[in-house]
Nanobody, 123 residues
Framework: VQLQASGGGLVQTGGSLNLTCVAS????????IAWFRQAPGKEREFVAA????????LYKDFAKGRFTISRDSPKNTVLLEMNSLKSEDTARYYC?????????????????WGQGTQVTVSS
């Protein structure tokens, strides 16, 4: 399974960005796609996840109300819409996939990772 993340960039505080994750290869073995992020000097943290089959969602608290994760199953694509961006959202954002059937926030449970896309929010 290969994951390609895109859509990052430089945006001002309060702005919006839409991240895209396109899965290819043996996508049938993956059940859940998640977004994680990592800022310089900080640990990687879970952002949001979605299950391919039924669209079940999970968000980290900081993402609730500002970020929206969605899927386009025929295109093997997962989107992360980010609104009302803050400087603390600055990080490299990664999409990841797991064969597990339940959504997990633990990055160690995700066996497939994309290369990431940089999001920089300027104040």
């Amino acid at each position: 399974v290969q994951l390609q993340a895109s859509g990052g960039g430089l945006v001002q505080t309060g702005g919006s960005l839409n991240l895209t994750c396109v899965a290819s290869g043996r996508t049938g073995i993956t059940n859940i796609i998640a977004w994680f992020r990592q800022a310089p000097g900080k640990e990687r943290e879970f952002v949001a996840a979605i299950r391919w089959s039924d669209g079940e969602l999970l968000y980290k608290d900081f993402a609730k109300g500002r970020f929206t994760i969605s899927r386009d199953s025929p295109k093997n694509t997962v989107l992360l819409e980010m609104n009302s961006l803050k400087s603390e959202d600055t990080a490299r954002y990664y999409c990841a996939a797991t064969h597990l059937g339940h959504i997990t926030r633990n990055g160690a449970h995700y066996g497939y990772w994309g290369q990431g896309t940089q999001v920089t929010v300027s104040s």
